[in-house]
Structure formats: C-alpha cells, structure tokens
C-alpha cells in the first residue's frame, strides 16, 4: 500500500450507488476498500485494485474481528463512506435493524477502537424530512423541521438524531432526492413502461418532483469529504430545479426515440390499493415489493422541491447533469443492456 495515499472505506459498495463510489474513488487515486455481505453481488466492482471487506453487520464481534484484520492502519480509514441501507422491506423492524441499528453499531465500534476516521459520511435520505409544503410549495431546506410519515424516512431520521448526539463524532449527513443513472432499478421500471409505450403518472394534484444523476451525488461525496466546513452538517443534495410528472417522462419518450406513447392517469386512490396488495403478496411470498404503502406516501407526496444552497457554499456542490442529459445517459445504458441481452 502507498502510505501517502488516502484511504476510504465503502459499506455498501454493492449496490447501485456504492459501484459508482468505489470506482470514483479510485479515480481519485484513495485506496480503496469496499465492505460487501458474503452474498452481495459485485458485477460493479470488477476492479482489482478494490480491497473487499466481507461483513457480517450481526455480529458485532465478527465484524469486529474482519475489521481490524483490514485495517490500512493502527487509526483506521481516513474517510468512511456509509452507503449500506434498506429502501424496500416488509415491515419496520428491518428498516429498523439495517438503517439504524447495523450504522449505529458500526460507529460505536469505530468509537470503542479509536478508528474513528477524519470524516464519516451518512447517506440518509430526503424522506427523512418527510412532506414538505404543499401549499405554498416552499422548497425543502435544512431548516425544514422532519416530521417523516414512512417506515423507511423514520428509520433514517433516527440514525442522523443519533449521529447529532456525538459531539466528538466528525459526521456529515447527506440526504439526496431521487437518485437515477445506469443500473438502478425503480426509475427503471418508469423507463420500461415508457419504452412500452404507456405514459402511467399517480395523482391529479399538481407535483415537483427533484432527482440528482448518480454521478454529481457522488461528485459531492468527495466534494464534502475535501472541504473543511463540513464535519456536523447535514445537506440536501439535489439538482437545483424542480420538475413535473409529464417532463421526466416527456425527456424520457425523447430518449427512447419514442412518437407515441399513450397517457394513462391513475387516481391516488387505486394505487393505494395496488400498493396494499402488492405488500400484502410480498409478506405472503417473502420477497419486497418495488410498491408498496410507503412507496404510496412518497407518491402521493406533491412538494420535493429542494434548497441546496447550504451544499453550494460549504463545497461548491453544483450539479452538471440536467434532468434532460442524465435521462438520456441512463436511457442509453438501458437501450445497451437491451441490445446485448438480445444477442
């Protein structure tokens, strides 16, 4: 190992954003360890000079154990990235265990070894917050006080509540709006419809929807990690406009190449149906459901316009894809990944 290079951990490289992290952290020239389960798919870390760290969140003691024995040094990582976390389950006690006790954990044993490192950063979520204005539709702030109404938004808060409670703890928390770009799956689904020929939007009350390409919230990641005035803040990372419902998917038909694609508008009232009934079926057949009640709340929520400007004066943070350029990316990535299947 070069002793004059930084090092990052990733928990969580195996999903659709830690791929994206660990690549650009080694871009960046950190050396780079990513903590994976034992299970967890690494297609997107094919990279050789990734260190692994295969961790069993638990058991304290056993990633105790796997941690110290990967160690670059006696101190530990110089940044820790906590990118693991659960969108999706069938009840709250796993959002519960995987977004609030498996970090709370991991920090307490950082704290209890003095490995703590020089900065922490905490992927949590605008559904922390919860529902915004949606009268005025005043933009979402870090002054906008929480009050989340889903499993997964509470499971959040309560991680970033315990990270303020460490006055001696350098965290940043980060709380991103919809993230989209190559290989993630729910905006997937929205381009597959599309591409299908059938434009589905929720609601009949007027919406602004906020989304941030993969690659400008990782862009951040390391904008925060690399500014000083950072440590104990918490941030909204968003491109810095609002949309509707009809631009993303009009952006969306334009990508594909697609003239004609037939409107269909389901009042709120049947998809809180499907939503019961698919989370009804997933209990039933012990797999998660992309829809279920909470993914109803986030729906039915009118208001995610966002204020960043706290991330543009603390580290720049200054979005570079437009809703237009990254759709067009990820649909690009898509259309490859259709093609080749077919061959």
């Not at 609002?242 to 190449?257: E, I, W």
């Not at 966002?306 to 809703?323: E, H, N, T, V, Y």
Request: with cysteine; proline share 4%.
């Amino acid at each position: 190992m070069d002793s004059d290079k930084k090092t990052i951990l990733v928990v969580g490289a195996g999903g659709f954003i830690g791929g994206f992290i660990a690549k650009e952290a080694l871009r960046r020239g950190f050396d780079t360890w990513v903590a994976v389960r034992a299970s967890t798919s690494r297609r997107y870390l094919d990279d050789e000079r990734l260190h692994f760290v295969e961790l069993d969140y638990d058991d304290v003691d056993a990633m105790e154990q796997t941690l110290e024995q990967a160690l670059p040094a006696p101190g530990g990582w110089d940044y820790i990235i906590w990118n693991l976390g659960a969108t999706k389950a069938a009840n709250f006690m796993i959002f519960n265990q995987v977004n609030f006790v498996y970090p709370r954990n991991f920090v307490e044993l950082l704290r209890r070894r003095n490995w703590v490192p020089q900065k922490f950063l905490y992927m949590s979520s605008l559904s922390a917050i919860g529902p915004g204005d949606e009268k005025n539709y005043t933009p979402l702030s870090a002054q906008t006080v929480p009050n989340p109404n889903t499993r997964y938004g509470l499971s959040k808060i309560k991680t970033e509540t315990y990270l303020e409670t460490l006055t001696d703890f350098p965290w940043i928390i980060f709380r991103p709006t919809g993230v989209y770009g190559p290989h993630e799956k729910d905006y997937l689904l929205m381009i597959k419809t599309i591409d299908a020929h059938w434009d589905v939007s929720m609601g009949f009350r007027r919406q602004l929807l906020t989304f941030i390409y993969v690659d400008d919230l990782v862009e951040a990641m390391y904008q925060a990690l690399a500014s000083p005035d950072t440590v104990r803040r918490k941030y909204i990372i968003s491109e810095d406009r609002a949309y509707s419902q009809k631009d993303f998917r009009t952006l969306v038909a334009k990508a594909l190449g697609h003239k004609v694609v037939i409107p269909l508008k389901l009042p709120m009232w049947v998809v809180y149906i499907a939503s019961v009934i698919c989370e009804k079926w997933a209990g039933v057949s012990g797999k998660t459901s992309t829809l279920n009640r909470d993914k109803f709340k986030i729906m039915r929520q009118r208001n995610w316009s966002c204020d960043i400007s706290d991330a543009q004066r603390d580290f720049g943070f200054q979005p570079k894809f437009s809703l237009e350029r990254g759709v067009a990316a990820t649909v690009e990535a898509y259309l490859n990944e259709k093609n080749s299947r077919k061959k």
